[in-house]
């Protein structure tokens, strides 16, 4: 079910029907108890009264049985309809048909000795009450049917069906006004969304709403903030990413026109030199803000599983070989003989390891060493190290490091300025820390840490 | 021409160096806002090409340092921030003019050009003394009509006595607007460039004032 008008009219429709029904149930049930009961009276009064209507003849002069046609037309001429429907015979005691009603049947009504009972007759259920009179040798009995009764109880209902059918209507009506009034408020609420425009993110006014719809709109409300910090993060992100592809397309262009203008060999050479160099730096710049871009984009966090980052690291570190033996840097990996357990996402992990050396690799000077040490504290914690000997980042640049596109004094010539920030914002998502801290005499040291459910797993 | 680079990319730098450097202007490069000031401060400049993002500052710190010097030096903004708010910045901050990233080279030192002329009180871009004509644009010279072949520097040298007919001219001056920092100048380099002038201008123009510097030849001498 989803309208939330349609629920609430089936509920309450089905609710009010089923108190209806029960309702009615009870009537007809204590109607036809309390119909029984003065029948049953009436049976009884009416068989008494033919007894002493009987008793009182046989003492008149001519009176007698004889004469039962006008004391049974008498009977039949009873006021009520009702009285009409009922069946009068008396018997001898030794089981003749002394006299009957019009209406009664031939059959003797019951073959109780008094009082009342329940026969068939003809496939009927007749209700009997018998009186036993011994001074005139005869039984009088006086019976109803039962269809007749049902017929009375079947009127009562009938009676009460009629409204109930004519109001029902009615009430679905106001249920299904109060319904819609009472939803209003949401109506309310979605046509102010229905007439936004796309970009439209202002909150909804909550000011009047009432307290059932005020969490949705709250709720609302605070997704409409956050699509709108991530739209303008997005924003924001691009036109950075848009500035500071433009330095190293100016580059690139200049020298592109000092190759097409400059006869000379030698600033010919250099022209293509610096396009060739800078092509690169501009195409790891875009690499570095596709990774950015990779890990800002999964909102829902990354799959965080534990696992053992010693295979990342060698494997990182074996990709940048190249790179530091091109620059004549060493570059040394130190892991634990013990397997370790972190809470990580490879893939991230990865990114800040590369990231990490890279920059390691690329300011240790000629000759100097990059290394990469993974180690376990006495306490359990996991730790990556990454260290080079260059000259480090300057005391004040420290806390700007990880900002996007800062690029401090000691900057390599590859340089982004994104390196740090992809490590930081990959540790963050990973729940885990980078932390920056100069060597001495100069060098930087660079240190992963880990979330702390990394242990919790592994003990 | 020697002009004052401030540029922060590598590769950026190198190009307008080299660049500028072939559209005839002498450059000096630095590549932060501290080494700037130092420069601007220790040498006077026909033009700055500034570039706003250093990595120790912003370029509009380096020209409002040196408008509050009361520096007129014609300074050319290079910047990849060229929203309109950010040009306006710039040149109410002093600037004489604005270029964005990426841009053309040539159009650059046509630009470097103009404001360096204006900053010397001239509006027009040739040069034309008697029957000597300069077109800095093209770096093309004539006398009399007729082309003449000069180098680089000897074009600089001769635009140098030009702009200022009359006007002794220091030797120190001449190898100040000649080599930047990082040229090697021989002792005897200016004189050597004075000397292919004169042959190819023939006498009587340039004149040599003892001890002091040269000049155009004043009128009838």
Redesign the interface.
């Known amino acids: 079910m989803t309208s939330l008008r349609a629920r609430l009219l089936l509920i309450l429709i089905t609710g009010t029907a089923a108190v209806w029904l029960s309702a009615m149930a009870w009537i007809f049930l204590s109607t036809r108890a309390e119909v029984e009961e003065v029948l049953d009276a009436r049976l009884m009064e009416a068989a008494r009264m033919v007894n002493s209507l009987i008793s009182e003849r046989r003492q008149e002069p001519g009176g007698g049985l004889s004469s039962k046609d006008t004391l049974f037309g008498e009977f039949e001429r009873q006021p009520r309809a009702y009285e009409r429907q009922l069946s009068c015979q008396i018997w001898s005691l030794d089981g003749a048909l002394v006299g009957r009603s019009e209406s009664a049947p031939q059959i003797r009504l019951s073959t109780a000795e008094a009082g009342f009972s329940l026969s068939d007759i003809d496939g009927e259920t007749w209700r009997v009450f018998t009186v036993e009179n011994p001074e005139l040798n005869v039984r009088v009995m006086v019976g109803d049917n039962l269809r007749i009764r049902d017929g009375l109880v079947g009127d009562v209902i009938k009676g009460m069906l009629l409204p109930t059918v004519l109001v029902l209507p009615v009430m679905i009506g106001l249920i299904w006004l109060s319904v819609r009034q009472g939803l209003s408020p949401l109506n309310t609420v979605a046509a102010h969304l229905a007439s936004r425009r796309a970009r439209d993110l202002r909150p909804v006014p909550d000011g009047k709403l009432p307290r059932e719809v005020a969490p949705l709109v709250g709720a609302l409300n605070g997704l409409f903030k956050r699509v709108e910090d991530a739209r303008e993060r997005e924003r924001s992100f691009t036109a950075f990413a848009a500035?500071?592809l433009?330095?190293?397309?100016?580059?690139?262009?200049?020298?592109a026109?000092?190759a097409l203008?400059?006869d000379d060999r030698d600033?010919h050479a250099?022209?293509l030199r610096?396009i060739s160099?800078?092509v690169d730096?501009t195409a790891r710049l875009v690499k570095q803000l596709l990774d950015l871009a990779a890990l800002e984009a999964n909102d829902a966090g990354p799959k965080l599983a534990s696992g053992d980052p010693a295979a990342l690291v060698r494997s990182v570190a074996s990709a940048l070989e190249p790179l530091a033996r091109s620059r004549e840097v060493s570059l040394s990996v130190t892991v634990p003989d013990a397997p370790l357990r972190v809470t990580m996402e490879p893939h991230f992990l990865e990114l800040a390891l590369r990231n990490l050396v890279e920059n390691a690799v690329l300011h240790a000077p000629t000759g100097g060493e990059a290394s990469c040490e993974l180690r376990r504290a006495p306490d359990g914690r996991v730790s990556l190290h990454v260290r080079d000997d260059g000259p480090g980042i300057a005391e004040a640049e420290l806390p700007l490091a990880t900002e996007r596109f800062f690029?401090?004094?000691n900057?390599s010539?590859l340089g982004s300025g994104l390196g740090l920030a992809i490590v930081e914002l990959a540790m963050e998502r990973m729940g885990g820390a980078l932390r920056l801290v100069n060597r001495t005499p100069h060098g930087l040291d660079a240190s992963l840490t880990f979330a702390n459910r990394g242990e919790d797993t592994a003990r | 021409m020697r002009i004052l680079i401030v540029e922060?990319?590598?590769?950026?730098l190198?190009?307008?160096t080299?660049?500028l450097g072939?559209a005839g202007f002498t450059c000096d490069a630095v590549s932060?806002c501290a080494d700037a000031g130092s420069a601007l401060r220790a040498q006077g400049y026909d033009a700055v090409v500034l570039d706003l993002m250093l990595?120790?500052g912003s370029g509009l710190d380096v020209l409002a340092e040196l408008r509050a010097r009361k520096s007129d030096t014609p300074v050319l903004l290079l910047t990849?921030?060229d929203q309109i708010p950010d040009r306006i910045r710039g040149l109410d901050a002093g600037a004489d003019d604005y270029v964005?990233?990426?841009?053309?080279?040539?159009e650059l030192a046509a630009r470097v050009r103009a404001i360096a002329r204006r900053g010397k009180g001239r509006a027009s871009a040739r040069l034309e003394w008697r029957s000597l004509s300069l077109e800095p644009g093209s770096l093309s010279a004539t006398k009399d009509g007729a082309p003449l072949k000069l180098t680089r520097r000897e074009f600089s040298i001769l635009s140098l006595l030009m702009e200022r007919p009359g006007v002794i001219v220091t030797r120190a001056m001449l190898e100040d607007a000649l080599y930047g920092w990082q040229e090697e100048v021989e002792s005897n380099a200016v004189e050597v460039h004075i000397h292919h002038l004169r042959a190819k201008l023939g006498p009587g123009v340039i004149e040599t004032v003892r001890g002091v510097g040269y000049r155009l030849a004043e009128e009838g001498a």
Not at chain 1, 246 to 255: D, E, F, R
Not at chain 2, 100 to 106: A, C, E, Q, S, T
């Open positions: 500035h500071e433009k330095t190293p397309l100016a580059g690139l262009k200049t020298q026109q000092i203008a400059s600033v250099n022209a610096q160099s800078g730096r690029r401090g004094s900057r010539a | 922060d990319d590598p590769m950026m190198d190009g307008l080299v660049g072939l932060s990595p120790d990849a921030r964005g990233k990426p841009f053309d080279l040539d």
